[in-house]
């Protein structure tokens, strides 16, 4: 598949099918909508901006209602069905939901329960404080005293206590300490003394890291006064959960106030639609893109509404780049999640999604190399695409992984990768011994950890061989978009060399009979490259050495090639963490009693811990090849994403 043609258009129509021209619009999501600001004045007029605010702050209202509300619904399963409704059902609905009130009762609600909660936070801290002074025998009225003399609540640490006692009768025998609590850390007093004194007490208190208490003025005793504020307490806790128990009843309201969101999702796109539209006082006009086989059906659905409208394919100006919509097949348009992780391709420029799709599932499984883990994530993602609604975007990313744990079955049983386990571990019907005397599983071809050697030569020849696909791709692109002699004598020389060493190397290996000829290849590129390559030099000699330089770009591609070498790396580390938890699991099982849960335990759980830490791994490093070793070869990315006017939903699923 390949980049899909779009075409730029210019519609112009009478304002009075505006709102229902912007309606189709929005309903067909093929029409990627420019600003027209250089052309038109694109002003709101005050029924559109009324139209506007109003629909912003009852999205807002939605939005609050959704939030506050979420905690308190009734639980659906681990996997509730999604709201699935059509369009037509969705704008119903949404035109019922009483938003006003129900925003009232979440806001007095939740009001009620921040109002008793932040009073509670502070009764609590004033809790702590009058814990140590509950045995007070008087009231804290006039707590500081009077003219004549001063009394201090302080805490008083332990150690402290008895230098303070003795500091404080020095000064001054008319004094009083009253020791109201202790424990091991602090002690709890009351200092009264003459107010004449008060500077030198407060200074002793300070030397010895004494804490002055700030305790309420109240006519009651302070164990009273404990109890009336954890009344006040208990009466908050009330508040909140009656509070709690009415939002519980208006979160049955939950999917309505979902449905009505996505409405007003709709809504608000549409209306700000405007301030890219050009306006006169009898016309609009729109200026956009639109996929070129989508243009005759739209225009049929337009006329049913007026056909007082002019819809004509315009010239991008010069600097204007189109925006693009990679289409894919439904195969591999699971693997479009890559692409865009990358960024998008000019417009100009090759799709590589179907390119990197088969070698980015071989690298992934290359990278897992274990059957036993290829069939669970087969079947979880298997499950979950069957029994599970998904969103596009995740649907697409669950397909991927999918058709990871196909790719990975299969390289898994051609390794031998069963949960870590050898070959000596399983029933001998399983197994078969090679000619040298080595004992493998059935069907399996190649041990990964005895022979790393053959692996890594298998993760270079693969390498090798995206690489010399990327380049070719760069041939391609360059041979149709640009100058086509400069094609063939820059990129085409290069595929022509690499593709000579290929031949030759396999020749060299025997794997085919053109060693010879591989030889012969290889001479006549590095001529290509000399002949061809400096000829934008000015003399004779400058082009010679430019030509003889450029043979040096040879080290940047083997060192490319050298990056697919960590794809032995990964696979090494699965199997070696798998033999790692069986060997804890056969120590774990030798426990007397338990040993056998405990093994079992060892055993799901390793094993699980192994997949998921390596599935991610083998995902970004599968995925960090596509990006930098082959990408970098044809494309230079940076396209801009076609984003038509369309209804977006978040939590509804819009059945077809």
């Given at each position: ?7 730029k258009?210019e519609?112009?129509?009478s304002?009075q099918h505006?709102?229902?021209i912007l309606e189709e619009i929005?309903?067909s ?8 600001s250089d052309d ?6 005050d ?7 109003q629909s912003?702050l ?5 939005n609050?209602?959704?939030k506050?509300?979420?905690p308190y619904?009734?639980?659906?399963g681990?996997?509730?069905?999604p709201i699935?409704?059509?369009e037509?059902?969705?704008v119903?609905?949404a ?18 329960i ?9 009764l609590n801290?004033e809790l ?8 007070l025998k ?10 004549n ?9 332990a ?7 003795k500091d404080?009768?020095?000064i ?5 300490i009253e020791?109201v609590s ?5 002690i709890?007093a009351?200092?009264i003394?003459?107010r004449?004194y008060e500077?030198?007490i407060k200074k002793i208190l300070v ?9 309420p003025?109240t006519?009651?005793?302070v164990?009273?006064?404990?109890h009336?504020t954890?009344e ?7 508040q909140?959960k ?9 979160a ?9 969101h996505?409405?007003?999702?709709w809504?608000?796109d549409?209306?700000n ?10 016309t609009?006009?729109?200026k956009g893109?639109?996929p ?5 059906a ?8 007026s056909?007082?409208f002019e819809?004509?394919?315009i010239t991008?100006t010069?600097?204007?780049?189109a ?5 894919n097949?439904?195969v591999t348009n699971?693997?479009?999640?890559l ?6 391709p ?8 179907p390119?990197l799709?088969?070698?980015f599932v071989?690298?992934?499984?290359l ?7 290829g069939?669970?994530m087969f079947?979880?993602t298997?499950?979950?695409l ?5 969103g ?5 990313l669950?397909r991927l ?11 898994g049983?051609?390794f031998g990768g069963?949960f ?5 571990e ?13 004992q493998?599983?059935l ?5 990964a ?8 030569i298998?993760?270079l020849?693969l ?9 070719f791709m760069k ?9 086509k ?6 990129t085409?020389?290069?595929a022509?060399?690499?593709?000579g060493?290929?031949?030759?190397v396999?020749g060299?290996?025997?794997v085919?009979?053109?060693?010879e000829?591989?030889?012969w ?6 001529a290509?490259?000399?002949l ?6 000015k ?6 050495f430019?030509?003889?330089l450029?043979?040096y ?5 083997m060192?490319d ?6 794809l032995?790396?990964l696979?090494?580390a699965t199997?070696i ?5 069986n060997?804890?699991?056969?120590l ?5 009693y338990?040993?056998?849960l405990l093994?079992a ?5 390793g094993?699980?811990f192994?997949?998921l830490?390596?599935t991610?791994?083998?995902f ?5 090849l596509q990006?930098v ?10 396209g ?6 369309e209804r977006?939903?978040?939590y509804?699923?819009i059945k077809?």
């Amino acid at each position: 598949m390949a980049i899909a043609k779009v075409k730029k258009v210019e519609f112009i129509a009478s304002n009075q099918h505006k709102k229902a021209i912007l309606e189709e619009i929005q309903k067909s999501g093929v029409f990627h909508i420019s600003d027209i600001s250089d052309d038109f004045e694109t002003t709101i007029n005050d029924n559109e901006l009324s139209d506007l605010q109003q629909s912003e702050l009852l999205f807002a209202n939605a939005n609050f209602a959704i939030k506050v509300l979420t905690p308190y619904e009734k639980k659906k399963g681990l996997f509730p069905d999604p709201i699935t409704l059509t369009e037509e059902e969705l704008v119903e609905k949404a035109k019922n939901v009483n938003i006003k009130d129900i925003t009232k009762k979440c806001t007095e609600q939740e009001d009620a329960i921040i109002k008793a909660k932040n009073e509670n936070a502070i009764l609590n801290e004033e809790l702590k404080v009058l814990e140590p002074w509950k045995n007070l025998k008087t009231s804290l009225k006039n707590r500081n005293g009077s003219d004549n003399y001063a009394s201090i609540f302080v805490l008083i640490k332990a150690t402290n206590y008895e230098k303070v006692v003795k500091d404080v009768i020095e000064i001054t025998n008319l004094s009083s300490i009253e020791k109201v609590s202790d424990n091991e850390k602090d002690i709890a007093a009351v200092i009264i003394f003459d107010r004449e004194y008060e500077k030198e007490i407060k200074k002793i208190l300070v030397d010895n890291k004494a804490v002055e208490a700030e305790l309420p003025e109240t006519d009651t005793l302070v164990k009273d006064y404990i109890h009336n504020t954890k009344e006040k307490i208990h009466s908050n806790e009330k508040q909140i959960k009656e509070s709690e128990k009415e939002l519980e009843k208006l979160a049955k309201h939950l999917d309505d106030l979902k449905i009505l969101h996505d409405y007003l999702l709709w809504d608000q796109d549409k209306l700000n639609s405007n301030r890219k539209i050009g306006s006169t006082n009898y016309t609009f006009a729109i200026k956009g893109w639109m996929p070129e086989k989508n243009i005759p059906a739209f225009k049929e659905k337009l006329q049913k509404i007026s056909n007082e409208f002019e819809l004509t394919e315009i010239t991008p100006t010069e600097n204007e780049t189109a925006p693009v919509i990679i289409k894919n097949s439904r195969v591999t348009n699971p693997f479009e999640t890559l692409t865009k992780m990358y960024g998008l391709p000019k417009y100009n420029e090759l799709d590589p999604t179907p390119y990197l799709s088969i070698f980015f599932v071989i690298y992934f499984a290359l990278c897992l190399t274990d059957a036993g883990y290829g069939i669970l994530m087969f079947v979880a993602t298997f499950m979950a695409l069957k029994f599970i609604k998904l969103g596009e975007g995740i649907k697409k990313l669950v397909r991927l992984l999918m058709y990871g744990g196909i790719f990975t079955t299969i390289i898994g049983i051609l390794f031998g990768g069963w949960f870590g386990l050898t070959a000596e571990e399983v029933p001998a019907f399983l197994t078969y011994t090679t000619a040298s005397g080595e004992q493998f599983f059935l069907l399996q071809q190649i041990n990964a950890v005895t022979n790393p050697l053959a692996v890594l030569i298998l993760s270079l020849a693969l390498g090798y061989l995206q690489i010399l696909v990327g380049i070719f791709m760069k041939f391609i692109h360059d041979f149709k978009t640009g100058n086509k002699l400069d094609a063939v004598l820059d990129t085409g020389t290069w595929a022509f060399m690499l593709t000579g060493i290929a031949v030759f190397v396999l020749g060299a290996a025997g794997v085919l009979p053109t060693a010879e000829i591989g030889k012969w290849w290889v001479i006549a590129g590095a001529a290509l490259l000399i002949l061809t390559q400096g000829r934008a030099s000015k003399n004779i000699v400058g082009k010679f050495f430019t030509g003889v330089l450029s043979l040096y770009g040879l080290v940047g591609y083997m060192s490319d090639v050298l990056s697919y070498s960590r794809l032995l790396a990964l696979g090494l580390a699965t199997a070696i963490i798998g033999l790692a938890v069986n060997v804890i699991v056969n120590l774990a099982g030798g426990i007397p009693y338990i040993g056998w849960l405990l093994a079992a335990i060892i055993f799901v759980g390793g094993h699980l811990f192994n997949l998921l830490i390596n599935t991610l791994g083998s995902f970004i490093h599968s995925g960090r090849l596509q990006f930098v070793e082959f990408f970098s070869k044809f494309m230079e990315g940076g396209g801009k994403e076609f984003t038509p006017l369309e209804r977006k939903t978040k939590y509804v699923f819009i059945k077809q």
